[in-house]
């Protein structure tokens, strides 16, 4: 397989996934707003929390795969889907704070 195919894959799987742990966190926060009063406060975490834990990990060897495969040459196609997965998560590790504090 050649380099840009890997690469794109990797950018495709690296924005699914920064999604994919997005709304995640935003069911957990629509199951806190509707349902339980409280549900990030429990002793158990749950499946959701789980979910988001497996999602993040499974994006630190995307991201390495994207970074290492990609053109430097062109810098601006390299930084959209860096900047697009790296807003995702800031969404929703914020969300998820704000859940757990307040």
Excluded: C, K
Excluded at 22 to 40: M, Y
Excluded at 70 to 90: K, N
């Amino acid at each position: 397989m050649r380099a840009e195919h890997v690469n794109r894959a990797s950018s495709v799987g690296m924005i699914g996934l920064s999604l994919s742990a997005l709304l995640t966190v935003l069911t957990g926060a629509l199951v806190a707003v509707i349902g339980d009063p409280n549900p990030f406060r429990q002793s158990d975490e749950g499946t959701g929390a789980h979910i988001f834990q497996l999602l993040i990990v499974a994006l630190v060897p995307t991201t390495l795969l994207f970074v290492s495969t990609a053109d430097w040459t062109r810098p601006l196609r390299t930084a959209r889907p860096l900047a697009l997965s790296t807003v995702t998560l800031v969404l929703a590790f914020g969300t998820l704070y704000y859940f757990e504090h307040y």
